[in-house]
């Protein structure tokens, strides 16, 4: 009966604990289900410097010291050596393709050419001679001697032979047999030498000796042409029209080979060449494009002097760490303009309207950095949402910053706290205090 009572309190307490965990379960998990969701905290409205873009009328004007030069200038020299005989020309005097500019002595290279020419001559002779065989007459000397070797073989084999018998037979001492044979062998040979003269006689020389003589022509014909050619590098002739800006030589001096004789300069085409400082040689990599481009002097008052972009060398002056560029003169009509002079060069934008997309100026802090000349800017919209333009940074001014790309006046963009933005977010417009 006690253990009957003890197992039913056993029955009755595991009865409350499991009762106990139920209710606690259920309790929890209400709690859980009307228990306020974690809701994110908004990100908070970000503070940007702007500024509103302003026209880009001037933003790229620039004015640089230029000198004037010939677009086709060259130093004349001879290609051979001896003592000036002519020099005609004079400074500044007008020159058309092909005038004679100076002569030196050519009686050395007359002479020379005479000489190859007469050697080149005489191989020529000797080849067809080769080619063609012996003149008929020299074949019958052939033919004859042929025939008188032959009568002589003839002869010296009987002798040879009747003694060859009488040896046998112990007549004739051994001395005197050995004559005999020896003036039959000589006489074998003289008349196969005559047959080989007569064959080279009528057929010519052989293939080798034919080729060996045509090598021995080239080589003298390639001599004649060396020839004929210092020969006609005894005249200095104009190779376009021009001016001769310079002589450096008087008449009848002896002068050396490549040493310089005249300036000549084509006056008809003129260019200006000026110096770009690193920070605009981007800048300037675009005015063949975009850019208006002139040129004035205190002589032209206020004249323009239209010119084109013709290259820019890209590697910079070691001691100036500048950039040399070239211009083309467009047209200089009613100006006396000559190599030398000095210009001033200005570069600025062609008209701009309302839609231009640059370039405009701002502070170099607006700009993102990007891959190569592609960068961007922050453009705050009418929402006070940013937008990322992409743009193309031209050059840098006094802590500026020059870009062109989808702008226009009247944009307003971040210049602080752009490299914190994300695209589409809100911000308002700082304003000190």
């Known amino acids: 009966m006690a253990e009957e009572q003890k197992n039913n309190r056993s029955w009755w307490w595991g009865l409350v604990v499991l009762v106990a965990v139920g209710g606690g379960f259920l309790l929890y998990r209400d709690k859980l289900q009307h228990a306020p969701q974690s809701v994110e905290a908004p990100r908070p409205v970000r503070p940007v410097k702007t500024l509103v873009l302003d026209a880009p009328a001037n933003a790229l004007e620039r004015t640089y010291p230029g ?9 004349l020299a001879f290609r051979v050596s001896g003592p000036l005989v002519e020099l005609p020309v004079r400074r500044a005097q007008a020159v058309r393709t092909g005038d004679l500019l100076a002569r030196i002595d050519s009686r050395d290279y007359v002479s020379q050419l005479a ?139 002896s002068v050396q080979r490549d040493q310089p004789i005249v300036n000549l300069q084509d006056l008809k085409h003129l260019e200006v060449t000026i110096a770009v400082p690193e920070q605009d040689l981007v800048l300037f990599m675009g005015i063949s494009r975009d850019m208006e481009t002139w040129a004035f002097s205190e002589a032209t008052g206020s004249k323009k002097i239209p010119l084109t972009f013709k290259e820019i060398n890209t590697q910079a002056d070691p001691q100036t760490q500048t950039y040399a560029a070239t211009l083309q003169i467009v047209s200089r009509e009613g100006l006396n303009l000559l190599p030398g002079m000095t210009l001033s060069v200005r570069i600025g934008d062609q008209a701009q309207d309302a839609e231009s997309n640059g370039p405009f100026r701002v502070p170099s802090e607006a700009v993102m950095a990007g891959e190569g000349l592609r960068h961007a800017v922050w ?24 870009v062109s790309g989808d702008l226009k006046p009247g944009d307003r963009v971040v210049t602080a706290g752009a490299n914190l933005l994300m695209d589409g977010e809100t911000v308002s417009l700082y304003t000190p205090k």
Not at 67 to 75: A, G
Not at 158 to 169: C, G, I, S, T
Not at 226 to 235: C, H, I, M, P, Q
């Open 115 to 253: 000489n190859a020419e007469s050697t080149l001559a005489n191989a020529k002779a000797q080849l067809a001679a080769m080619k063609s065989g012996a003149r008929k007459e020299d074949v019958a000397a052939s033919a004859a001697s042929v025939s008188s070797a032959k009568a002589q073989l003839a002869e010296a084999e009987a002798q040879y032979r009747r003694f060859e018998k009488l040896h046998q037979q112990g007549a004739v001492a051994d001395a005197e047999f050995d004559r005999y044979r020896a003036s039959y062998e000589v006489a074998r040979a003289q008349y196969n030498a005559a047959g080989q003269e007569l064959s080279k006689a009528r057929t010519g020389a052989r293939p080798e000796d034919v080729k060996a003589m045509e090598a021995t022509i080239a080589g003298l014909t390639a001599k004649v042409g060396e020839a004929r050619s210092a020969l006609g590098d005894t005249e200095l002739r104009a190779p376009f029209d021009g001016f001769i800006a310079d002589r450096h030589v008087e008449n009848f001096q």
């Open 67 to 75: 000198k004037v030069q010939s677009s086709h200038r060259v130093e």
């Open 379 to 402: 453009v705050v919209q009418e929402n006070l949402s940013v937008r990322r333009i992409p743009v193309t940074l031209l050059s840098f001014r006094e802590g500026d910053a020059l």
